[in-house]
């Protein structure tokens, strides 16, 4: 039982060059997350999934896309990376309701030159 | 979007116990008082969760009065391993997925 996982763990772009960052969770949970957390912030939503099948926004979704692959995966996307968007990202799980607890995955470190 | 308020850093030493209170005084009457815990270069990780009065796991304790503006995270006996930041959450009930806000945290630091 790997709980949240994501890949890669460190990553370095140029501006302009697209990736997708990779999470996966094998707790069967309804609901992911993706988080953006810059250095000595909090965390900020960039966008989550309620449920499979579904997207919405967060706070932070200018210059990425997400994909609900299935119940256990949920991609973020940088089209056209920009040196705003070095951080580090997070993906979380949850089983959705009223007691939403989050679990996250290890990060990944991205850095836009 | 409740807000919370929480201080930006706190020191202890070893053995002590330690008390993080936090402010969010739009609360609405669905939203539930969450507490992650940070370390360096990992995700959050849930501590410890509550709607009202008091509730105690393994790790912490959780505060909450009756008007439920505030709640304080209670650490005993803290250790040098305790030293992490410590966000303090409240639930959005006003969208679907249950979305959380993160604030700055309290960065703890426990000294021998």
């Known amino acids: 039982n790997a709980g949240v996982t994501q890949t890669p763990k460190f990553q370095v772009l140029k501006t302009g060059q697209s990736m997708t960052l990779q999470c996966a969770q094998d707790?069967?949970?309804?609901?992911m997350y993706w988080y953006r957390q810059d250095p000595g912030m909090g965390l900020r939503l960039i966008y989550y999934?309620?449920?499979?099948?579904?997207?919405d926004k967060g706070e932070v979704p200018n210059g990425y896309n997400v994909s609900r692959l299935n119940k256990r995966e949920f991609s973020l996307r940088l089209e056209s990376a920009a040196p705003s968007q070095t951080s580090v990202y997070f993906c979380a799980s949850s089983e959705g309701g009223d007691t939403d607890t989050q679990y996250f995955g290890p990060g990944t470190r991205l850095t836009v030159l | 979007l409740a807000k919370t308020t929480q201080p930006i850093s706190m020191d202890s030493y070893e053995g002590q116990e330690v008390n993080i209170t936090c402010s969010h005084n739009n609360i609405a009457t669905n939203d539930y008082i969450t507490w992650y815990q940070q370390f360096p270069s990992q995700g959050p990780r849930f501590i410890i969760q509550g709607y009202k009065t008091k509730v105690t796991n393994e790790v912490a304790s959780l505060f909450i009065p009756a008007d439920r503006k505030s709640s304080t995270l209670s650490l005993p006996r803290v250790s040098l391993s305790d030293t992490a930041v410590y966000y303090c959450l409240v639930g959005d009930r006003n969208n679907a997925g249950n979305m959380l806000t993160f604030g700055g945290g309290t960065r703890l630091m426990v000294k021998p």
């Open positions: 999934s309620a449920s499979e099948g579904t997207t």
């Open positions: 707790m069967n949970h309804n609901s």
